[in-house]
């Protein structure tokens, strides 16, 4: 029963996309959507970007948290390099909302790439660390 549930909601997951942005051939000859979501107040965009942020920003402490539980060691430094590359692609993520698009465009995307790169290879380090630890070296 459990394995039946988690089947169908998968596969309704995984189909949702397609019904939201199925599309039929109409009359006229040319194709149209059958599911139309007008939001001229980016009412729908600007909760979608506070879940982001909330989800991202739970995420980051959860494993600043764990880090900080493990009191140093092999694994508490990683999770540290984890969460640092987190939240570095976390404020990377948070200069492209639209309160920044008031400066100039130049700057904020080069911080932004910046912040996304240095994240990267935070996390990258952490993750080469973490193999080095499971192979034993």
């Known amino acids: 029963m459990k394995k039946t549930f988690i ?8 189909l949702a996309p397609a019904i939201m942005f199925a599309q039929s ?3 006229s000859g040319g194709w149209q959507n059958l599911l139309y979501i007008e939001d001229t107040s980016k009412l729908l965009e600007l909760t979608s970007l506070l879940a982001t942020l909330t989800v991202a920003f739970a995420t980051i402490v959860m494993v600043w948290v764990g ?3 493990m009191h140093g060691g092999v694994f508490g430094s990683i999770l540290n ?3 640092i590359g987190m939240t570095l ?4 993520f948070v200069t492209g ?4 698009q008031n400066f100039d465009h130049l700057y904020v995307k080069m911080v932004h790439d910046s912040l996304y790169i240095i994240g990267y290879v935070t996390m990258g ?5 973490l193999l080095k630890v499971i192979k034993g070296e």
Do not use: N
Request: cysteine-free.
């Open 67 to 69: 880090g900080r539980k």
């Open 25 to 27: 051939y109409d009359s």
């Open 125 to 129: 380090l952490a993750a080469s660390k």
């Open 97 to 100: 909302i639209p309160v920044f």
């Open 7 to 14: 089947s169908t909601g998968a596969l309704a997951l995984l």
């Open 81 to 83: 390099l984890f969460s």
């Open 89 to 92: 692609i976390f404020i990377g």
